[in-house]
Structures are given as C-alpha cells and as structure tokens.
C-alpha cells in the first residue's frame, strides 16, 4: 500500500470545526462534506486538492467533536493520508473506521512543508518528502488496520 501526492500543510490544533464547519453537518452527503473540507482555514483547499494528496497538520490534529464527517471530508477531498505530530485520540479511531490512512509522525510533520511532493510506503512505515530528499520513519500500521483501509472502512472489512 502507498500514497503519492502533494502536501497541504496546517497548524497545531485542527479541530473537527475547522476541517468541517458545523453548518454543514445537516448532510450525509460525502461530496457535499467534502466542498467544504477545511473552508474556515483554507478557502482555497477544496480547488488545490488532487486525489492521492497528503494532509500535514501539526499537534493535536482532529480535537474537538467526535463527529466523524471531519475525516469523512478528508478523504472524500481525495486526501489519502493525514500525517501529524499526534491526533486527537477518537478522530484517529474514526478516520481508521471509515478507511483514512494516518500516520504520527512528528519528524515528518516538521519536515514537509506545504506543496511538497510527498511518497507514503504504508508497509514499512517509511513517509519521503521528494521535494527535500529526506526520508522519516512512522510505524507502520499492523495488518488489521492495513485490511480496514485496503477495504475502504471497518464495515467493508467484516468477514461473513
């Protein structure tokens, strides 16, 4: 599994508002989440995304509601991993459920900066910002959570 995109990078202490403001929340429409992914911090994200992206965000990313539109938006915006110094604890486990791709990895945080080319090897862990040469290293995730993201979501994984 890899990722291959360029970087948009954001701050210390993301919270759900932000990557998808309250006033959209009447829809479960995952398009419609994503034209507005990040709009309140980045009005010009949703026209810079291609898929196969990556998101930088600094400390504490995904704080605040346990909401999962935030990483529905995400990945809907065709962003294919999320990488941070640390994620609020139940933003990690709902981006996990629903098939985002995150990885902490504060080195590689501090070390790509926005428009960065940026290449993800998910099995080894290994985060490789083109642009500068320089290679970090996130601990790869374990192969439950490689089959949940591989399949889309937790539900699409469970066997019948």
């Given at each position: 599994?890899?990722?291959?995109?360029?970087?948009?990078?954001?701050?210390?202490?993301?919270?759900?508002?932000?990557?998808?403001?309250?006033?959209?929340?009447?829809?479960?429409d995952?398009?419609?989440?994503?034209?507005?992914?990040?709009?309140d911090?980045?009005?010009?994200?949703?026209?810079?995304?291609?898929?196969?992206?990556?998101?930088?965000?600094?400390?504490?990313?995904?704080?605040?509601?346990?909401?999962?539109?935030?990483?529905?938006?995400?990945?809907?915006?065709?962003?294919?991993?999320?990488?941070?110094?640390?994620?609020?604890?139940?933003?990690?486990?709902?981006?996990?459920?629903?098939?985002?791709?995150?990885?902490?990895?504060?080195?590689?945080?501090?070390?790509?900066?926005?428009?960065?080319?940026?290449?993800?090897?998910?099995?080894?862990?290994?985060?490789?910002?083109?642009?500068?040469?320089?290679?970090?290293?996130?601990?790869?995730?374990?192969?439950?959570?490689?089959?949940?993201?591989?399949?889309?979501?937790?539900?699409?994984?469970?066997?019948?």
């Amino acid at each position: 599994m890899n990722a291959h995109g360029f970087a948009h990078k954001y701050g210390n202490n993301v919270d759900t508002d932000v990557i998808i403001p309250a006033r959209y929340l009447n829809t479960a429409d995952h398009k419609e989440l994503a034209a507005h992914c990040m709009e309140d911090i980045d009005k010009e994200f949703v026209n810079k995304v291609n898929n196969g992206d990556i998101m930088i965000g600094g400390a504490n990313f995904g704080c605040g509601s346990s909401r999962e539109h935030a990483p529905i938006a995400i990945k809907e915006s065709g962003i294919a991993c999320v990488i941070a110094k640390s994620f609020a604890r139940i933003f990690y486990r709902n981006s996990i459920n629903i098939g985002l791709a995150i990885l902490e990895c504060p080195e590689a945080s501090e070390g790509i900066e926005n428009g960065d080319e940026v290449k993800i090897d998910f099995d080894n862990g290994v985060i490789t910002n083109v642009t500068s040469g320089k290679e970090f290293k996130a601990q790869p995730f374990p192969p439950f959570i490689k089959e949940i993201i591989a399949k889309n979501g937790l539900l699409n994984s469970i066997k019948k």
